[in-house]
């Protein structure tokens, strides 16, 4: 009888743990399923194929808002959460009114409000602004889509708490000496206008040497016309 009682006081205790357990974390694994069937290593969405998974793209959606971030989760925790927001609602407006050529075609694209938890709504620009700035990570600006051609590329898989330090550092090197992004070399420069755009955000201002950390190529600095026009095109 005493390990039958013993037992009995172990399986709810076991069950507690578990729950508490998943109130303090956020699964993407479904974002991930999404991207990794619809999104090319080169970062090239089907929209169409996101638009037949979309009952589980609305799951995931709904989830995000469900399970907001918690005074206990991680830093890592609650920047991945965060960047999968960003793209998942860039990706939500594409379809939602699809086909679009650019997510600049819609209306006030980046100050409506598509995102909700409890009673705050966010909008992309507050998103952007007022909370994934606000890591001092600028490394950010490398790993968030807005569905264009010029944007950093959509990766095929969601980020983690696991995988978001690997990817902020991978993410930003692939981007920086990607040619469709940037032109570095030692004949021409010609960055993208993320770098124009979010100046102070980079080493406060010395975007030149931030670009060093990673380019293949060393600058000294950035000529004044020296941005590449962005392609609002849609990333399809």
Same mark, same amino acid.
């Given at each position: ?7 009995l006081?172990?399986i ?8 508490a357990k998943?109130?303090i974390?956020?699964?993407?694994s479904v974002?991930?399923?999404i991207?990794?069937l ?8 089907n ?8 009952a ?5 959606f709904?989830?995000?808002?469900d399970? $907001?971030?918690t005074?206990? *989760?991680s ?5 991945? !959460? *965060?960047i999968?927001v ?12 699809? $086909?679009?050529?650019s997510?600049?075609d819609?209306?006030n694209?980046?100050n409506?409000?598509?995102? /909700? ?5 966010y909008?992309l620009?507050? +998103?952007?602004?007022?909370?994934l700035r606000?890591f001092n990570?600028? /490394?950010?600006h490398f790993?968030?889509n807005?569905a264009s051609?010029s944007?950093?590329?959509? *990766?095929?898989?969601?980020?983690t708490k696991d995988?978001i ?7 930003? /090197?692939?981007f920086?000496?990607?040619?469709s992004?940037n ?5 021409? +420069?010609? +960055?993208?206008?993320?770098?124009e755009? !979010? ?6 201002g ?7 950390? !990673?380019?293949?190529? /060393?600058i ?5 016309n020296g !941005?590449?026009k ?7």
């Amino acid at each position: 009888m005493k390990k039958k009682y013993a037992l009995l006081l172990f399986i709810p205790t076991m069950f507690f743990c578990v729950i508490a357990k998943a109130q303090i974390s956020m699964s993407h694994s479904v974002w991930d399923r999404i991207l990794i069937l619809n999104v090319t290593k080169e970062g090239k969405v089907n929209y169409e194929g996101v638009i037949l998974d979309s009952a589980l793209f609305y799951q995931y959606f709904r989830s995000l808002s469900d399970n $907001p971030p918690t005074d206990k *989760w991680s830093r890592d925790e609650k920047l991945a !959460y *965060w960047i999968n927001v960003y793209n998942s609602v860039a990706m939500k407006m594409i379809i939602d009114n699809y $086909p679009v050529k650019s997510i600049n075609d819609l209306h006030n694209p980046w100050n409506q409000k598509f995102f /909700r938890i409890k009673d705050n709504r966010y909008s992309l620009d507050e +998103i952007e602004h007022n909370i994934l700035r606000k890591f001092n990570e600028p /490394r950010i600006h490398f790993l968030i889509n807005c569905a264009s051609n010029s944007s950093p590329k959509l *990766w095929n898989m969601a980020y983690t708490k696991d995988n978001i330090n690997e990817a902020l550092e991978n993410r930003t /090197r692939e981007f920086i000496n990607d040619p469709s992004k940037n032109i570095i070399t030692k004949n021409k +420069i010609s +960055i993208s206008q993320v770098f124009e755009w !979010y100046k102070d955000d980079f080493n406060n201002g010395d975007v030149a040497d931030f670009i060093n950390q !990673y380019s293949n190529v /060393r600058i000294n600095t950035i000529p004044k016309n020296g !941005y590449m026009k962005y392609d609002w095109s849609l990333n399809e």
